[in-house]
C-alpha cells in the first residue's frame, strides 16, 4: 500500500504488512541464515521497495546488499525499515536527490530508561507538546542516517545529532553536534514523519 507521509518531490513511500513474500534468489541468498522473522522482515521490505520501484519505472531488480546497506537499482535511491509487523520502503530517482532514509518505530518501543542514550541533554530538557516526540526523534535520526551513511561511511553516535522538530507541519531537520566532517552533511537534508496506528515513520531526504 502506497503511504501517505508527505514525501518529498520524486519520492515514493511503500508500506507491506510482514509477511512471506517470495524473494528472487539473489535476495534469498542475503538472509539463508537468518531465523524466520527476520526473513520475513526482510522479504517485506523488499516486496514494499519493489512496488515502490514500479510505481517509478524501475524492471523489478533485486535489491541485494553492501554489508548491511541495501543496494538500489542504477538510477534510483531508496531505504528500508521494519518492526514485527510492518515494512516500509521509501524510493527516489536519483536525479531528484543524493541520498533517502526511512525508519519505522513502534511508538512505545522508546522507554524512558533509553533517552538517555539517543537523545541529547538539550532534546531530553525540552517541554514536550505531544509525549510522542521523544521517539519521533529517536526515529528521525536513524531515518537521517540512513540517508547519511551510505555517502560517508561513517557512524553518527545518537548523542552527536540534534532533532529540530517542527510538530504542526509534521516535519525535521538534524544538526550534527560531532567533530567528523563528512557527517555535517546531516544538516543538509530535509524530515517529515507521520503515525499509522502505533507506530511512526520518518522520511529524510538529501536533495
Ligand atoms: C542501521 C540502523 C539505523 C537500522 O535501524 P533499525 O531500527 O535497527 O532497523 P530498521 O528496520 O529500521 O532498518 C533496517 C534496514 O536498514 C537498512 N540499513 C541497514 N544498515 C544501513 C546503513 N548503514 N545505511 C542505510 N541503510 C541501512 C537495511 O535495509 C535494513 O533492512 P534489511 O536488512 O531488511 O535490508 C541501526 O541499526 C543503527 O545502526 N543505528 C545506529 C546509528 C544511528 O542511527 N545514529 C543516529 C544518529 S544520526
Given at each position: 500500500m502506497e503511504l501517505?507521509?508527505?514525501?518529498?518531490?520524486?519520492?515514493?513511500?511503500?508500506?507491506?504488512?510482514?509477511d512471506d513474500y517470495p524473494l528472487p534468489p539473489e535476495e534469498a541468498l542475503c538472509v539463508e541464515d537468518a531465523g524466520e522473522q527476520?526473513?520475513?522482515q526482510f522479504?517485506?521490505?523488499?516486496?514494499?521497495?519493489r512496488a515502490a520501484l514500479r510505481r517509478l519505472g524501475g524492471a523489478g531488480q533485486p535489491i541485494v546488499r553492501e554489508g548491511r546497506r541495501p543496494c538500489w537499482p542504477a538510477g534510483f535511491i531508496g531505504s528500508i525499515s521494519h518492526t514485527d509487523t510492518l515494512a516500509v520502503a521509501a524510493v527516489a530517482a536519483k536525479s531528484s536527490g543524493r541520498s533517502i532514509g526511512i525508519d519505522i518505530e513502534r511508538i512505545r518501543r522508546?522507554?524512558?530508561?533509553?533517552?538517555r542514550k539517543v537523545l541529547t541533554e538539550e532534546e531530553r530538557r525540552r517541554p514536550w507538546r505531544d509525549p510522542r516526540e521523544g521517539v519521533v526523534a529517536f526515529s528521525a535520526k536513524e531515518a537521517g542516517y540512513k540517508a547519511v551513511n551510505?555517502?560517508?561511511?561513517?557512524?553518527?553516535?545518537?548523542?552527536?545529532?540534534?532533532?529540530?522538530?517542527?510538530?504542526?507541519?509534521?516535519?525535521?531537520?538534524?544538526?550534527?553536534?560531532?567533530?567528523h566532517e563528512p557527517n555535517r552533511l546531516l544538516n543538509d537534508g530535509v524530515g517529515t514523519f507521520g503515525f499509522i496506528g502505533n507506530e511512526v515513520v520518518t522520511l529524510f531526504f538529501l536533495g
Open positions: 501517505g507521509l508527505q514525501a518529498p518531490a520524486g519520492a515514493v513511500v511503500f508500506a507491506a504488512t510482514v527476520r526473513q520475513r522479504a517485506s521490505g523488499r516486496h514494499a521497495a522508546l522507554k524512558p530508561a533509553l533517552h551510505p555517502l560517508t561511511d561513517a557512524f553518527i553516535p545518537f548523542r552527536e545529532a540534534e532533532v529540530e522538530l517542527d510538530w504542526k507541519r509534521s516535519a525535521f531537520r538534524l544538526r550534527y553536534l560531532g567533530r
